[in-house]
């Protein structure tokens, strides 16, 4: 399951990183989808994922003879906080509402869990802790690196060919609840939608 996991967020970050790059079909769709199914990889089989059980051995109770009731519980709620993390980045990455701060709520909430990897390894220098802590990193370091990123550079960066575009969205930005903004983006957008 390692393998499906890595595999899953590096195809999401270079079809993020190609959607800054050009327009191809079905970016958005590709993204969401992949994102999602890393989301559900985290929140059902955290218990397995995080303590490197392989899929194929998930339900055997045998895979767990080893591994504490705590390590488990542990290992549940890591993958819970960690599920809301994909989801936030693609909010941040698409302009969703809210983005920002799920991204936020997610990043807080992991850095109790870091906290206790990191005592945990100190104190016991596990192997499960030290790749733990590894995995936590990487991701934190993802989200923290989406966290920072201004919504308009992401749009620029989307959007270069349209700077009509990108300068009404950016306006809309300043005050969302204004109609008439909204109207003039909806233009710009079909516009824009229709020479491409």
């Known amino acids: 399951m390692k393998q499906t996991e890595i595999s899953i967020g590096l195809a999401i970050l270079l079809l993020m990183v190609l959607r800054l790059c050009f327009t191809y079909p079905y970016a958005a769709l590709l993204i969401t989808l992949l994102t999602l199914l890393l989301s559900i990889l985290y929140f059902v089989f955290s218990f397995g994922l995080l303590n490197q059980i392989r899929f194929r051995n998930l339900f055997k109770k045998e895979s767990y003879k080893d591994i504490s009731i705590l390590r488990l519980i ?8 960690l599920s809301i993390l994909p989801i936030s980045i693609l909010f941040k990455f698409q302009g969703w509402p809210y983005g920002n701060i799920i991204l936020l709520i997610g990043l807080v909430s ?26 936590l990193s990487i991701i934190s370091a993802v989200g923290i690196l989406f966290f920072f990123i201004k919504p ?19 306006n809309e930005m300043k005050d969302p609840e204004n109609l008439e903004l909204q109207e003039i983006t909806d233009k710009v ?3 824009m939608e229709s020479t491409e």
């Open 189 to 191: 957008r079909l516009k």
């Open 152 to 170: 308009e550079t992401l749009l620029e960066l989307k959007f270069r060919d349209s700077p009509e575009y990108v300068e009404a969205v950016k």
């Open 74 to 81: 542990g290992a549940i709620g890591t993958g819970l906080i």
């Open 110 to 135: 992991l850095l109790p869990i870091i906290a206790i990897v990191i005592f945990k390894f100190f104190t016991h220098k596990n192997r499960f802790y030290k790749t733990l802590l590894i995995h």
